[in-house]
Antibody, heavy 122, light 107 residues
Framework: EVQLVESGGGLVKPGGSLRLSCAAS????????MNWVRQAPGKGLEWVAS????????YYADSVKGRFTISRDNAKNSLYLEMTSLRAEDTAVYYC???????????????WGQGTLVTVSS | EIVMTQSPATLSVSPGERATLSCRAS??????LGWYQQKPGQAPRLLIY???TRVTGIPARFSGSGSGTEFTLTISGLQSEDFAVYYC?????????FGPGTKVDIK
């Protein structure tokens, strides 16, 4: 079964840091570009970051550029999001998501994890 | 940056009826448009990609159309499990962008 499982969310103070992980299984992880998408409570979906198959290319939303870092370890079938200088407005459920196609980095997202909640509050 | 808009914000439909959801892009996205369904407490689910191609396993009552800047998701014969929020997403240009969503609820 194709699956993504996020972990690492929790409560953090403003200015703090957190590292999210996403464990992939059931597909050839190294062949797909991967993404993080977030959803603030009661709000819509916001793309956060994307990474190419070999980590050669990374892209970020302006709202997180310079504060968040996306990375992957193909040997461990894992995707990461390092978040620093966290703000209240970063509070959201963070989803990892797979690109639909295995040949492009800009794509729709066909496999999603269940999400992990990050709460930034003092 | 491409901005996506969706209308209406809320659509009240009776079971068995047809729902028509609209999505507009601030500039052309060609056919690089996806539709997602999200139910409360669940992750989004991809329904349609390339504006009109159903993902394997998605019922035929879901259909997508359009190109350029105007897109439509049609749900024919709404079933109870279809009441949810629907998002469109463009992936023609960086950054990929989602619309604000249309909530389909029971009339």
């Amino acid at each position: 079964e194709v699956q993504l499982v996020e972990s690492g969310g929790g409560l953090v103070k403003p200015g703090g840091s957190l590292r999210l992980s996403c464990a992939a299984s059931g597909f050839t992880f190294r062949s797909y570009s991967m993404n993080w998408v977030r959803q603030a409570p009661g709000k819509g979906l916001e793309w956060v970051a994307s990474i190419s198959t070999s980590s050669s290319y990374t892209y970020y939303a302006d709202s997180v550029k310079g504060r968040f870092t996306i990375s992957r370890d193909n040997a461990k079938n894992s995707l990461y999001l390092e978040m620093t200088s966290l703000r209240a407005e970063d509070t959201a459920v963070y989803y990892c998501a797979r690109d639909y196609n295995d040949y492009d980095i800009l794509d729709s997202f066909d496999v999603w994890g269940q999400g992990t909640l990050v709460t930034v509050s003092s | 940056e491409i901005v996506m808009t969706q209308s209406p914000a809320t659509l009240s439909v009776s079971p068995g009826e047809r729902a028509t959801l609209s999505c507009r892009a601030s500039q052309s996205v060609n056919y690089n448009l996806g539709w997602y369904q999200q139910k409360p407490g669940q992750a989004p689910r991809l329904l349609i990609y390339s504006a009109s191609t159903r993902v394997t396993g998605i019922p035929a009552r879901f259909s997508g159309s359009g190109s350029g800047t105007e897109f439509t998701l049609t749900i024919s014969g709404l079933q109870s499990e279809d009441f949810a929020v629907y998002y469109c997403q463009q992936y023609n240009n960086w950054p990929p962008a989602f619309g604000p969503g249309t909530k389909v609820d029971i009339k």
